[in-house]
Each structure stands twice: as C-alpha cells, then as structure tokens.
C-alpha cells in the first residue's frame, strides 16, 4: 500500500462547478501538507501549503488537513478552464526529513466551458 | 528573481550509457533535491543534498547518484541507463529548513532507447 493515495481521476467538470481533490496517507509523521499543480511537460507549481490540522483559503482555493482522519483536501471554487491540470497532493515529516516530499499519484481535471 | 533552472531539458540516450543532468537552484537556497516522474509510478523522491552533503536518500539503486557544489548547483548521474529509466527528472530547491517553500524546477525529459 502507497504512503499517500490519491485518485487519479480523470475528472472533468463544467465552468464554474466547484471541484473537490482529496488524498489519503498513512504515516502519522507527515506534518507538512501541500498541492502542487502541474501542466503538461512543466515542472509542478505550489498551490498551497499547510502546517498540521486545519483549514487555509488562498483566493479560490482552501486546502484542508485532517490529521485525525489522515485525509487532506483541496476545494476549487468558481474553476475556470485554466484550472485544467493535474493536482499533485504531497506531504512530508519534520526536521530534516521535511524536505523529502511523497506524493500522491495525481488527479488530472479538466474544466470544460 | 530567478527560478529553479535544469539542463538539459531533452535528451535521448541509449542503454548502457550514462547521463548527467544539471540544476541550479533559487538564489540563497541551500537544499537541493531530485525526483522522478513516470506515469506508473508518480512522483519518487531521489536524494536530497544540503550545503554538498546528501541528507535524505529515497529508495532507487546505487546507480543513481548525485553530488552539490560550494554555490549549491547540483548534478545527479545516472550510469548504466536502463529503459526504464526514461523519466521526468526534477530539481526542487528550499532553504532546507522545516517550513519552507519547496520549489520545482521544469525538468530534464530523459528517454533511454
């Protein structure tokens, strides 16, 4: 079993919709939870980045941490057809393991217009 | 301010040969860490070196290494390529602290023929 399971998707939603991505894990050292985006044949772009439990909103994104649970998510609200992407959840344990990152395997979306 | 920067971005070799792939992290970062994408397996962290001595070491064989240099630009070598090999090598840079921004750079498109 993967450390961090994500459901790859794809996942193709209207204009507008709100989208939800979650990710699982299983190692309760994670501390550091955080989406990145990635287009096709680039490099991934963070999004967001959370500390522990809790919640954090950043414009049209709020990404969520559930440590209880070991369930993370990201809501896009209001998508647009630029959101299209794969979002990559990734997590890491702290102190100098903090900058070794495990991901999940990816959802592909897709906002249609 | 300069971003995450890989050379070469493309490269096409054969099986048995060896390839060396290049980055240059953010201005001011100190840690410095490799990972390879495929479509099966996802996002696999490499190592991570911080000012030139490696720290963290994921699970891929000997094969694969890597070394920093004083201005904190890294090079991982891969010998002896195999096909499977054929990846999506990428830099990320930080300042190597718990916390931190993680950034990735757009990646060294490597395929083994």
């Known amino acids: 079993q993967k450390e961090v399971e994500q459901d790859p998707g794809p996942l193709s939603v209207p204009e507008g919709a709100i989208v939800s991505l979650n990710c699982t894990y299983s190692?309760?050292?994670?501390?550091?939870f955080m989406w990145y985006r990635q287009y096709s044949r680039k490099g991934p772009e963070l999004l967001m980045y959370?500390?522990?439990?809790g919640n954090k909103e950043d414009g049209r994104f709020t990404a969520q941490v559930d440590k209880s649970s070991k369930y993370i998510s990201l809501f896009i609200r209001d998508s647009q057809p630029s959101d299209s992407a794969t979002y990559l959840c990734a997590m890491s344990a702290g102190n100098q393991g903090a900058q070794k990152l495990v991901f999940g395997q990816g959802t592909r979306l897709t906002i249609n217009p | 301010k300069a971003g995450v920067t890989q050379t070469p971005r493309y490269l096409i070799k054969t099986r048995g040969q060896q390839v060396t792939l290049s980055c240059s992290p953010i201005?001011?970062?100190?840690?410095v860490s490799w990972y390879q994408q495929t479509p099966g397996q996802g996002l696999q962290f490499l190592f991570e070196?911080?000012?030139?001595?490696?720290?963290n070491k994921g699970n891929f064989p000997g094969r694969f290494s890597g070394r920093q240099f004083s201005n904190s630009r890294s090079e991982m070598n891969v010998s002896t390529l195999e096909l499977g090999d054929s990846a999506l090598y990428l830099c990320?840079?930080?300042?190597?602290?718990?916390?931190?921004?993680?950034?990735f750079g757009e990646g060294s498109w490597l395929t083994v023929v």
């Open positions: 959370t500390y522990s439990s």
């Open positions: 990320a840079s930080s300042h190597g602290v718990p916390g931190n921004t993680i950034y």
């Open positions: 201005s001011g970062h100190r840690s």
């Open positions: 190692n309760s050292a994670f501390q550091y």
């Open positions: 070196y911080f000012s030139e001595t490696q720290r």
